[in-house]
């Protein structure tokens, strides 16, 4: 059963471009959450989604910044004109439908550098 | 905003010492993770506790979930330096549907 797989791994950008991160998430798992990590620094919550809806995007910038879980596919967090500060780690984790104890499992990550 | 805090937020042993970390909010969860993650990597599921007063233990890893659910702590004994990692604990907030809240990380560093 493969995990989280998120890509790329390495995404380049000058400013002004759009950056589209893709996350699959485990086999069974419907529910997909991202975040945010800066060097030295713990996750910043910033989407939360299951298949074709929005449950949580509190954390996510009003501006520029979206995110989609279709019912194919994978789940895309997609940044528009980025910016400089845009450049961080972007997180991926999947967990199971509710019910029970829910425990969310990570990909290794979208390391995004705007240039 | 179900805020955990994490302390302390960096530390640095040697080899063979014990330490603690602490993951304190004033809200109650209705369970708790704790992840391990490495540079370059994304954060690992190390265990899940989900009863107050709960102990868990993996290997020299032994976690611990407070009574009224609000807390938790990771002790580590005789501490390698394959522990060396940034820890995050995550708390499941109830009747959100599943929302994960992370504290703000321990990054520990085991001198050999």
């Known amino acids: 059963n493969a995990g989280v797989m998120q890509n790329p791994r390495h995404l380049v950008r000058r400013r002004g471009q759009e950056a589209r991160l893709r996350c699959s998430p485990m086999?069974?798992?419907?529910?997909v959450y991202w975040y945010r990590q800066l060097p030295e620094e713990g996750l910043k919550f910033m989407v939360y989604l299951q298949k074709e809806n929005i449950i949580d995007e509190s954390g996510m910038p009003k501006e520029r910044f979206s995110a989609e879980f279709p019912k194919e596919g994978p789940s895309i967090l997609r940044i528009q004109q980025v910016v400089r500060g845009d450049s961080a780690a972007y997180f991926c984790a999947s967990s199971p439908a509710v019910g029970g104890v829910t425990e969310a499992f990570f990909g290794q990550g979208t390391r995004l550098t705007v240039v | 905003t179900q805020l955990l805090e994490q302390s302390p937020q960096f530390l640095s042993i040697q080899e063979g010492e014990n330490l603690t970390v602490y993951c304190n909010s004033s809200s109650v969860f209705s369970s708790l993770q704790w992840y391990r993650q490495e540079p370059g990597e994304g954060p690992v599921l190390l265990v899940t506790v989900v009863t107050g007063g709960e102990v868990k233990k993996l290997k020299r890893l032994t976690f611990q979930f407070g009574d009224a659910r609000k807390d938790s702590s990771l002790h580590i004994t005789a501490a390698q330096p394959g522990d060396t990692g940034l820890y995050l604990c995550a708390g499941e907030a109830p009747n959100t549907g599943n929302q994960f809240y992370f504290g703000t990380g321990t990054s520990l560093t085991v001198i050999p």
């Open positions: 086999k069974g798992h419907s529910h």
